[in-house]
Structures are given as structure tokens and as C-alpha cells.
């Protein structure tokens, strides 16, 4: 069965720190995504990447960068925590073999900053 | 660009009682569809999507949606809701590069029993 697992489903870290958010998938798909999601506002799109190495700004890339490794994990980094980054983060993963296929979510990991 | 809405953010029906909740997307040219349920401290996941072909579409847990080209409408509907279906439901349109879809707000659905 499909599975993206994010290595912890809640942190709590301190403004000014820099945090990692960690996302593996285990079934060989090409693309992968970082949503945030906050009440009212639904999903919106980090950063994507669609290859090792290669990554694109999604909609609300500002404070965040992204690394894509390997093709199986894909790295979320908030380079100096701020509060307003708290929320609940969505790594997502998809196949480019089959167009349009929809994304795999893991189960998300709640940040709070303070 | 294209966007989608929800109509409601919450919704709540009674135990047995007809389940309704709204999308539609903004596009010139019919997009690839989807419904994900959302429930506590889960991730997202897929109900039913629609790319192409018969536009009444079947998915998980007797829920179907139907694509209305002509309203730009892909709603969702289960003739009798259960107590397990309280979530958060987000409906979604892809048409662009690498996958990338656009996700609406959301509805949270209660179930009253």
C-alpha cells in the first residue's frame, strides 16, 4: 500500500531556530509536495518537486526551502522560525507515469513556533 | 487563474439524512477533479476523482460526485450520512505542469445524531 510518512506528527520549536521537516515516500512516484494548511484557508503549496534535485516555488514560498536528495525524501526547512509559521504541514507525493494522478498525503506534522 | 471555491464552511446533517457539499472551479477548459476527506490528525484522503469519461463519479464509503460542465460544478453527494463521515472534505482541480492541484477551502461536515 501507498505511504508517505513525516518523521514527527508534532514539534514545537523556538522563533529564530532553524526547523527540519522530513517526508519519505515508499512508492517510487517522481513528484512530491509541502502544503500548509491553516483553518479557513485550505491547502496551500510550498514548494514541489518533480525530480531529484529539482524543485519549484509553489504559491507561499517566502520563509521556506525545500531539498530533494533522493527520490524518495523530501525536506522541508524554515530557515529562521517565525510564530506566523506555525500550522500544520502536508507533505504530498505523486506519480508523473499516469497523468494527473492524485497525490498520497502523509499524515502531517502540527509546528508550533514560540 | 484557476481557483476553487466550497460553498459553506461547515455543514451539518443528520444520521441518515441526504450529504451535499459543493465545488466549483473557474477554468475555460475542463480540469481533472478531485474530492479528498480529511479526518483528526490524519492526512489526506481520496475519495473520487474525475478526469474523463462518465462524469457521475463513484468513490469510497458510498460517496459519488458528478462533473457539470456546463455549471462548472463537481459536488458532492452520499444519500445517507453516517457518523463516521464527520470530516473535513476539500475538493480539487489539477490542469497544470508536474501535477500541481488547487485546492479549496474546505467544508467540515457534522453528523448529528
Known amino acids: 500500500d501507498v505511504k508517505v510518512t513525516q518523521s514527527s506528527r508534532y514539534l514545537v520549536k523556538r522563533t529564530g531556530e532553524k526547523v527540519f521537516l522530513e517526508c519519505v515516500q515508499d512508492?517510487?512516484?517522481?513528484?512530491m509536495f509541502w502544503y500548509r494548511q491553516d483553518p479557513g484557508l485550505g491547502l496551500r503549496l510550498i514548494y514541489f518537486?518533480?525530480?531529484?534535485?529539482?524543485?519549484e516555488k509553489g504559491d507561499i514560498p517566502e520563509g521556506y526551502s525545500v531539498s530533494r536528495e533522493k527520490k524518495e525524501r523530501f525536506s522541508l526547512i524554515l530557515e529562521s522560525a517565525s510564530t506566523n509559521q506555525t500550522s500544520m504541514y502536508l507533505c504530498?507525493?505523486?506519480?508523473?507515469?499516469?497523468?494527473?494522478?492524485?497525490?498520497?498525503f502523509g499524515d502531517g506534522t502540527r509546528l508550533s513556533i514560540l | 487563474a484557476q481557483s476553487v471555491t466550497q460553498l459553506g464552511s461547515h455543514v451539518s446533517v443528520s444520521e441518515g439524512a441526504l450529504v451535499l457539499l459543493r465545488c466549483n472551479y473557474s477554468?475555460?477548459?475542463?480540469?481533472?477533479l478531485f474530492w479528498y476527506v480529511q479526518y483528526p490528525n490524519q492526512g489526506l484522503q481520496l475519495l473520487l476523482k474525475?478526469?474523463?469519461?462518465?462524469?457521475l463519479v463513484k468513490g469510497i464509503n458510498g460517496f459519488e460526485a458528478e462533473f457539470k460542465k456546463s455549471e462548472t460544478s463537481f459536488h458532492l453527494t452520499k444519500p445517507s450520512a453516517h457518523m463516521s463521515d464527520a470530516a473535513e472534505y476539500f475538493c480539487?482541480?489539477?490542469?497544470?505542469?508536474?501535477?500541481?492541484?488547487?485546492f479549496g477551502p474546505g467544508t467540515s461536515l457534522s453528523v448529528i445524531p
Open positions: 504530498a507525493s505523486s506519480s508523473s507515469r499516469v497523468r494527473n494522478q492524485p497525490q498520497h
Open positions: 512508492m517510487d512516484h517522481e513528484n
Open positions: 518537486s518533480y525530480d531529484v534535485k529539482m524543485k
Open positions: 477554468s475555460s477548459v475542463p480540469p481533472y
Open positions: 474525475y478526469t474523463t469519461g462518465a462524469t
Open positions: 480539487a482541480a489539477g490542469k497544470t505542469s508536474y501535477d500541481k492541484v488547487i
